[in-house]
């Protein structure tokens, strides 16, 4: 029946939202493990956003391990895919598909070649956590298939050896990563602080300054920031944990006007440690300044805080609204600031 | 004789070249002393270039103290000016001007007037060190106009009551400004650390990148940074000092790769602590960081530095190159990258 097992075809489809920190992770205390040098939180965006959609298959006929990304096959050969791959397989268990009359033993699985192919809805590498996502999605949609009974704080400890902050994009609403003391990081994973309904005023618009690959990516600057930067591990020990228990108490009290501070401030501190590596990491652009000036001018104006914003390693603007009416307003004022190019300039 | 006596004027002339701090002044521990964080080290211009030029005139004629800058009359009723002027006339001797007959007895000059002409050869608060060249220039001038026999250290002291980094424009060459530890300020003076001979092949070239006038002024911006960022202390505390050390080494002996290094992350991290300031304060924009990159990459291919970039309270570029044919170069390809506006674009 060789010839016949071979027609099957087995898979999985999953789709994963992005996650954006809002008290950063910039900085590994270990480079294989992906073991950051303080918590950090984030919040999930709603997953008919900005997503990734992953659909893994398996099949006898399949005679090695392939992905493709947005539609082009890449590399599996990186240590961060192996990792993902190598511990869902430990993980996984007997599959038996009563409907297309497959069965798949436990010992099946380290045989078995599996196909990826993944979309991201928005531009990758351009500092919107598309990796964050994309292992997300490619670890839970691996589980799934090979029936790997993992809770998700277990999946999000193996998605993180994929990208750090990509255990935080197993769980909704606002999620924080604790970055544990174990060594061997069986502690540092992601927790679920609130779910998706507890703050589900706010609201979230991006504004994409560019949707350019960023010049520096995050592994090798992080990197860069732990080598040479004297101000990050300040940063680390001295003020991030306190801004963490600050950050946990706003979300809880879901009190704008600290989560909005502490958002802000965080983002600026993490591209102030950036600036500060040797040879210095600039993420944000004139453009991404004047997003900043225009928000910090609103909220003084307005004698508390409307918008939070948040920049990842990248120009784009990540703008937290406190609610419909205010974000509708953001919009507005966006518009007026950046007005769309008219035909005649898109065709010169 | 009084008729003829309001008819005499005694004037003098003074030039102050502007310096260019390598280890950063940012952040006062008083506000009306002006005394900082931190120690800091300049190099101070050649006065044939960016310089001051202030002429100093008394007359009995003269009813108030007034004050022209670039032609335009500014107030002098800010403490700033108010101190400089008090400290001068407090220290105030007897002079005698043979030539033209005129006697001013110590006494006289609390009752005399003064009438204060300055102007910059280059644009005035735009993160060139303005009011540095300013203060420096019109404190010297005063103390001739007025025989106040202080030496350079003593009126440095009085210098920076004008402004900070005023008190490291008395002198040429490399200059520290040492923070001191009275409460009072006595100890808060400039040395010098190296005369304009000891290393005078290096050369520095400024490029403007907007002659404009900065949004947030470094008085208002180190106060902001002082009072809300959470590295300020750290950098002034654990950083600078050691950095103090190590460039007064470089300087000592003559070592550019050394100097560059220190002189450029020092900048960036004062940058970096601007960023951290809430609201963020930006100097730098894309042109300045472009300008960094350009020399990065510069000193990386070339396998040790071949210029040094320091940006003070604004966008533009003060680029050191370690000798004559690494300037002409730096400005080849500075003009490659930047070329100057076709005469069709200016006249747009």
Redesign the interface.
Known sequence: MAEESQKWVLMVTAQTPTNIAVIKYWGKRDETLILPVNDSISVTLDPEHLCTTTTVSVSPAFDQDRMWLNGKEISLSGGRFQSCLREIRSRATDVHDKEKGIKITKKDWEKLNVHIASYNNFPTAAGLASSAAGFACLVFALAKLMNANEDHSQLSAIARRGSGSACRSLYGGFVKWIMGKDEKGTDSLAVQLADEKHWDELVIVIAVVSSQQKETSSTTGMRDTVE?S??LQ??AK??VPKRILKMEEAIKNRDFASFA?LA??DS??F???C??????I?YM??TS?RI??LV?KWN?AAGTPQVAYTFDAGPNAVLIARNRETAALLVQKLLFCFPPKSDADLNR
Chains 1, 2 share one sequence.
Do not use: G, K, M
């Not at 600036?275 to 210095?280: A, F, G, M, Q, Y």
């Open positions: 040479t004297l101000l300040h940063r001295e003020v501070q802000c401030t600026n501190q591209h102030a440690v600036l500060d590596t040797c040879p210095p600039f652009n004139d300044h900043i000036s910090e003084c």
